[in-house]
């Protein structure tokens, strides 16, 4: 055996067991078999393959089971790869899908170096992302929540005959609408309670939110981030707990590749041929950049909100976020005046928008905005 060899290691991971395989250098894949796992099931692996070689490469699909494996070998030395499922190369016609098949297929990939990692947060920044997220799937609750009760109303003939969009002046009517039928009532008074109950979980979650915001690394990106239009506090941290760390991205074009608003091509010999953007990448991310570029189609202002949210941060940024608007202004006008769709512009300026958040970003974080203002 020959222990200076690479050791590639594919590992199929689910919630109770490990399908283990490995080659070394260039020789054939192996399977290990199947392991729990517990930190002792772990830490048994690792010393069977460090005792196949001095270099070991592992990788397995990133995706419910989390980054704890990740972490845990890490520690014990090992070059850990967690890998994007939906990049990993398949063959045209293939219809056995085994664990076996999968650790021994990570493998190769492995050693061919088709694999294209994941992004692994550190332990804090996967905690506030965590904190983020839940904050996300409440404000998604409540807007089910209200639909929900909409529908009932709708179904039972009740309209409200002036907006409703659950300002004060609808809530007070839904507050004070009561049905004859006392079945009904129980069911009306159900949903008003779900909406109340989703309310007030968003409100802590928000708070919860603002005070840990200030003790997070990215905060000073956070403030940079809202000294632009259309990136609010609810934008900036979405966007940044789903980034993570900015300067990872060398270019701001693989920011833009990884939101999934860079065109889709398929050229060959003298033909190129674009299409519609890729949407690869992390969606909600990707959501929250559009919903922002919707406001760069109104003429260039510095509204009284956008002033507020300027104080206290440096000028540098400022300049650059007045730069970032006007580009992006002219940049929708322009598409608008060649006949382009409204969805087909806002995604142009999104992907030009994403890069302004990559330079922005960047730029807070050199210059440490300081960490005594609030989050706005």
């Known amino acids: 055996m020959e222990h200076d060899s690479t050791v590639y290691v594919g590992l199929d991971v689910h919630k109770d067991s490990i399908t283990v395989a490995y080659a070394i250098g260039a020789g054939e894949v192996e399977l290990l078999g199947k392991i729990g796992t517990t930190q002792a099931d772990i830490d048994r692996l690792c010393k069977r393959l460090q005792s196949k070689g001095r270099h070991v490469r592992i990788v397995y699909e990133a995706g419910p089971c989390g980054y704890g494996l990740y972490r845990q070998l890490g520690e014990k030395g090992f070059d850990c790869m967690v890998c994007a499922p939906s990049l990993i190369p398949k063959k045209p016609g293939e219809r056995v899908k085994t664990d076996r098949r999968d650790a021994i297929k990570l493998v190769r990939s492995l050693r061919a170096g088709d694999l294209s990692a994941v992004h692994v947060p550190d332990i ?100 940079g981030l809202q000294a632009m239009r259309g990136v609010q506090f609810v934008t900036a941290i979405g966007m940044l707990a789903e980034l993570g760390d900015p300067s990872r991205f060398e270019h701001p074009r693989q920011l833009m590749a990884w939101l999934g608003v860079t065109p889709s091509e398929h050229s060959s010999g003298g033909k190129r041929r674009q299409g519609s953007i890729t949407k690869t990448g992390n969606s909600y991310a990707r959501k929250l950049l559009i919903e922002s570029a919707w406001s760069y189609r109104h003429p260039a202002r510095v509204s009284p909100e956008i002033q507020r949210r300027h104080e206290g941060i440096p000028k540098a940024i400022i300049d650059r976020a007045w730069d970032a608007q006007i580009r992006l202004c002219r940049r929708y006008r322009k598409l608008a005046a060649r006949g382009r769709h409204a969805n087909v512009a806002v995604v142009a300026v999104a992907r030009e928008l994403s890069g302004f958040i990559w330079d922005i970003s960047r730029l807070a974080m050199s210059l440490a905005v300081p960490h005594s203002r609030q989050a706005a």
């Open 124 to 223: 804090e920044d996967e905690a506030f992302r965590d904190l983020a997220r839940a904050w996300v799937t409440a404000k998604d609750d409540l807007k089910q929540a209200r639909q929900r009760l909409k529908s009932f109303l709708l179904s039972h003939g009740v309209r409200y005959t002036a907006r409703a969009d659950w300002g004060p002046a609808h809530r007070r009517w839904v507050s004070q609408y009561s049905f004859a039928s006392e079945w009904q009532q129980l069911a009306f008074e159900e949903h008003r309670r779900t909406i109340e109950d989703r309310l007030a979980q968003c409100e802590r979650l928000a708070a919860a939110l603002r005070d840990a915001v200030v003790n997070w690394r990215f905060y000073p990106a956070v403030l």
